[in-house]
């Protein structure tokens, strides 16, 4: 039994439950270098603990799903949080599942406005990078130091992942 979920347009509200979103649409800004410069302030909260836990800028790059995507699994990582920030102004999809007593919850998926980011606060399930169309690159900050910092949840019933029926690539 398949279970459809279409993704939704990528709020910092719909998607507050899951985490923050990363853009430029925000009250959270001021100008720097004599006026030269806009910075964008405080936009997500990277973390990183357990042993010689520290925070890591990665650069990813991610090739396209096909849609709609069967989404069998869904990841988490207990010791930091994880910031996927495009390097084109591309859509993509985003997974992520409320944590529930034995796993997770129903995912809920959403589409980013192009150039969104976002960060999966530490412990929060959710998919895998999944760009639209063609191959996309992604800074990715994240934790590094000893341990596995991932586990993985795999579905006993997939879950359909469809795009709006007026999403254009």
């Known amino acids: 039994m398949t279970r459809i979920i279409t993704a939704r347009p990528l709020t910092r509200g719909s998607f507050a439950p899951f985490g923050e979103?990363?853009?430029?649409?925000?009250?959270?800004?001021?100008?720097i270098n004599g006026g030269r410069c806009e910075r964008y302030h405080a936009l997500a909260k990277p973390e990183a603990t357990g042993p010689n836990g520290?925070?890591?800028?990665?650069?990813?790059?991610?090739?396209?799903?096909?849609?709609?995507?069967?989404?069998?699994?869904v990841e988490r990582h207990p010791f930091g949080s994880q910031a996927f920030i495009p390097l084109s102004p591309r859509p993509f999809v985003v997974v992520a599942c409320p944590n529930g007593p034995d796993g997770p919850g129903e995912p809920a998926a959403f589409l980013t406005a192009p150039g969104q980011g976002v960060n999966y606060p530490r412990g929060l399930w959710h998919g895998v990078l999944t760009p639209i169309g063609e191959a996309q690159d992604f800074v990715v900050v994240d934790r590094g130091g000893d341990g596995s910092n991932v586990e993985e949840f795999h579905f006993s019933h997939p879950y359909e992942i469809h795009l709006p029926q007026d999403f254009r690539p």
């Not at 800028?57 to 069967?70: E, S, V």
Request: charged letters at 20%.
């Open 21 to 31: 979103v990363i853009d430029f649409d925000t009250d959270s800004h001021y100008s």
């Open 54 to 73: 520290h925070v890591l800028i990665n650069l990813f790059r991610g090739t396209p799903y096909d849609f709609p995507l069967k989404l069998t699994m």
